[in-house]
Every structure is written in structure tokens, then in C-alpha cells.
């Protein structure tokens, strides 16, 4: 066992730690940002202040207008308000939402509350089928369109510039759910909607993103309020709203470095993996895809076995593999794609990540797939 | 000949650790009948042939026909 001071921590793109920009700003935020930004006395307006400084660091990010940023409880919450808020105002047009096979699990939960979902395949490698997203955001009764800007699990970036054109041609608003790449990558403009989530940027959980491009309409389905225009209801969470957005900011200076780090290091790991464990699967783009994502499939090994082994080993990883999910389907993004589902790993690396880290990962992994194979005698 | 492996029940990886340990009994060009319920088969028994070179021949109601081809 390893020594829990020793770990490498290689699943960045479940949650990230806070990043040390944002714990400042929350820690004094915790002292000036407790009232309610909607009073007009001095402690209201300084609450006020610094929600409406948050909104402008995130819009600044997103290439938005403040007043079209609106801070939710989670990335989850901003995918459902967007999605069915954005159909309701487009029910006299239709209910079809057109969404890829490969979105997150909160785009089609909404997608299937909100109205008829279509779903769009995907190749091999994960990316949508553009002419035929493009095809059914035409189709007469669609509502709205959703695709993400990369995949979360296999790191494929998504056609967003070509869809975007195809749905403003016709007259669809299209949501881009940002969560995987936002604070790693600028996404690409055309979007109507955008949604994110803090955490995945180092920011702390429950603050969600959900920018809409004005005119777009919203007409959200439960008790509106006066508070982030009706689209989040209640109190905000100013000092994790605000220490999102400095983890943001703090993180688009770190980017460019960022980025070029992990490319290197996801190809090398590419490149060792398929060189030195037999019988594996390397999934996603190998090119066009988020810097620091890497999902590999083993023959013969069970997802739950190689995630407690690793981590054993001193290595925190996700899997899309059944035997790691509680409903035992394996993930639909892997299904999708028609790619090996069991024996799935999945690598992401995070601004604290060291080489030695995923050096060590590559030298013990070969050793793990190898005794558990040994053990069911393959 | 043919080789029908009945492996309803069992889940991921299982039926295609099966496949593959068996699918040496039968001669190059007879067919593995695998009978499976798991959902990760419809995707992993396909995934399997491709990466170890066999044919699947026909997919239909929880049954995959495999032609070994090596």
C-alpha cells in the first residue's frame, strides 16, 4: 500500500482542488460577502459588489456581456435550467431536442424531461456526426440543440463551430455544455447558451455557470424570482461564486502552460500504454481533443478491480466500465462509440499534477492489468 | 462444428473472458454461439472481435455468432 502522502491524483476531470487563488478570495469573502446583495444598506451593496465582480470575471472568460451570466448551484443545475427553460419558451415551435449520443448524463436527464429528445451519433472517436446534427436541428418542431464542447470522458473536442453555424441558420438556439473545458480551452463563439461547472476549474463545488446569449428566450418552469433573473432561485453563495471566479481568472493566465504540459505528457502516456500493455483500447482523439484526458479499455479486466488496484497502488482514476456505476451499464459515451466499455480507465491530469506522477503511473500499470488478468487465467 | 456458450447471468467482463478461453475448442472457420443478457456484451463481444481479429457474424436477441478466424 502506498503511502497516502505519496498519491498521485489523476482524475482532474471529476474535481479538481481548490485552486490557491480561490481560497484567499474565499476566506475573506467569507468575511464581507454574507449579505444580501438585493438590500440597499452598505453591507448589501458590498455583498453586491463583489457578485457583480464575479459575473465579470466569468464573462470576461466566456467572451459574454455580464447581464447574460447567471451563477447556479452547480454545473448540473445550469444544464437542466438551460435546457428545459430554453424549450418551454420554444414550445410553440416544437419540443424536439436535438443532443449528441456522448453528453453528459445531466444533458440527457433534461433533454428527456424537457421534450422529445434526438439523439445524434458519434463515430469511433467520439465526435458527432455534424451533417447529420446539422439535418435534424433543421427538421421543422425543434426546439433547441445541445453539444458539448469535448467530451468528458474521452477528451474528443466536438464539431461546436460547424453546429453553431447549422443551428443560427436555422433559427435554433444551441446549448454548449463548456463543463469539460472551460479554464483549460476557449470554447468556440455561436453558442446561445453555455453552462459550466467551477469545480472542474479549481473553484470550490456548487457554483454553476449558465450564460445566454440576449435575445435568446427563457421561460423557466417553476416560481420565478427576482434573483439571476428567475433562472436561480434563492440566496447566492457569494464567496464560492466569487472564489470561482478568481479560480477562473487565475486559471486562463496558467493555460497556455497548462496546456502544453499536459498535451506532452497525455501523448507520451498514450504512446507507453499502447506500447507496453497488450490487448488495450487507447479511446478518443488522439489529436484534436482537451489537453490532459487519456481513456483507455483493457481486455479481460474488470473496471472495479483496476480502479481499487490502482488506487491501492497509490493512484485515483475513474472508470466508465458497468461494474464502477450503480445502474451496472457501462457508460453510454463508450457505448456509443462502440469501444471496448469493461476495463476502462480513465486519466486526468490537473494543474498540480507532476511528471512523476504520470511516470510512475505508466511504469506500474503494465503490472496491474497483467495480475489481474492472471487471475481469471488470461 | 459449433459452440454454444451459455453465459446469461454473468456480467462484464465475463462473457468475453469465456469467449476468449474457449474459442480455441472449435477449428478455424466454425462459429461461437455466446449467449449473453449483460448490456456491456452488445458493446464489448463486438469490441472483442475487432481487436482480436474474429468475425462476429450475426447479433440477435442477447445471441452473438463468432467465426473464429484465428
Redesign the interface.
Known amino acids: 500500500m502506498a503511502d497516502v502522502n505519496d498519491r498521485g491524483y489523476l482524475d482532474a476531470a471529476s474535481s479538481e482542488p481548490l485552486h490557491p487563488a480561490a481560497r484567499e478570495v474565499l476566506l475573506a469573502a467569507l468575511e464581507s460577502g454574507w449579505a444580501d446583495p438585493s438590500r440597499l444598506h452598505h453591507e448589501g451593496r458590498t455583498a453586491r459588489l463583489l457578485l457583480d465582480n464575479a459575473r465579470e470575471v466569468v464573462a470576461d472568460a466566456l467572451r459574454a456581456r455580464p447581464d447574460e451570466v447567471r451563477f447556479t448551484s452547480s454545473g448540473t443545475t445550469a444544464v437542466h435550467t438551460g435546457v428545459t427553460a430554453i424549450t418551454a419558451a420554444r414550445r410553440r415551435t416544437g419540443a424536439r431536442v436535438v443532443h449528441s449520443a456522448v453528453e453528459h448524463s445531466a444533458v440527457l436527464h433534461a433533454a428527456a424531461v424537457a421534450g422529445e429528445p434526438v439523439e445524434i451519433g458519434v463515430d469511433r472517436l467520439g465526435r458527432v456526426d455534424t451533417s447529420a446534427f446539422a439535418a435534424a436541428a433543421g427538421r421543422p418542431g425543434t426546439a433547441m440543440a445541445a453539444l458539448q464542447s469535448a467530451n468528458h470522458e474521452v477528451g474528443t473536442r466536438q464539431p461546436v463551430a460547424l453546429v453553431a453555424e447549422a443551428c443560427a441558420a436555422h433559427g435554433v438556439p444551441l446549448l454548449v455544455d463548456a463543463a469539460a473545458s472551460i479554464g483549460r480551452e476557449d470554447v468556440p463563439d455561436g453558442w446561445s447558451a453555455l453552462t459550466a461547472s467551477a469545480h472542474k476549474w479549481g473553484g470550490p463545488a456548487g457554483v454553476g455557470v449558465l450564460a445566454v446569449r440576449k435575445p435568446v428566450r427563457l421561460l423557466p418552469r417553476w416560481p420565478v424570482e427576482e434573483r439571476e433573473d428567475g433562472l436561480a432561485p434563492g440566496h447566492p453563495d457569494i464567496p464560492a461564486v466569487l472564489a470561482a471566479a478568481a479560480a477562473l481568472q487565475a486559471r486562463r493566465t496558467e493555460a497556455a502552460e497548462l496546456d502544453a504540459r499536459h498535451r506532452a505528457w497525455i501523448d507520451g502516456l498514450r504512446k507507453r500504454i499502447a506500447a507496453e500493455v497488450p ?1 488495450v ?1 487507447l479511446t478518443g482523439d488522439p489529436d484534436d481533443r482537451l489537453p490532459h484526458v487519456l481513456t483507455f ?1 483493457c ?5 472495479e478491480a483496476i480502479v481499487t488496484a490502482l488506487d491501492a497502488e497509490g493512484f485515483a482514476v475513474s472508470s466508465g ?3 464502477t456505476a450503480s445502474t ?3 457508460s453510454h459515451v ?2 456509443a462509440m ?6 476502462n480507465v480513465r486519466v486526468s491530469l490537473g494543474r498540480g499534477t507532476t511528471y512523476d506522477e504520470v511516470d510512475r503511473f505508466a511504469q506500474v500499470l503494465p503490472g496491474v492489468v497483467a495480475r489481474i488478468r492472471a487471475e ?3 | 462444428m459449433t459452440l454454444e456458450l451459455d453465459c446469461r447471468g454473468q456480467i462484464c467482463p465475463l462473457p468475453v473472458i469465456t469467449l476468449a478461453r474457449r474459442i480455441a475448442e472449435v477449428p478455424v472457420g466454425s462459429t461461437v454461439t455466446v449467449l449473453s443478457d449483460d448490456p456491456a456484451a452488445a458493446t464489448d463481444i463486438p469490441a472483442w472481435c475487432r481487436m482480436r481479429n474474429q468475425e462476429l457474424v450475426s447479433v440477435s436477441a442477447e445471441r452473438y455468432v463468432v467465426r473464429r478466424l484465428i
Do not use: I, N
Not at chain 1, 481486455?299 to 473496471?303: K, Q
Not at chain 1, 462502440?338 to 476495463?343: I, N, P, Q, R
Open positions: 490487448d483500447e479499455s481486455l479481460y479486466v474488470d473496471g466500465s458497468a461494474c451496472l451499464r457501462p463508450l457505448a462502440g469501444v471496448l466499455t469493461h476495463g481469471v487465467g488470461l
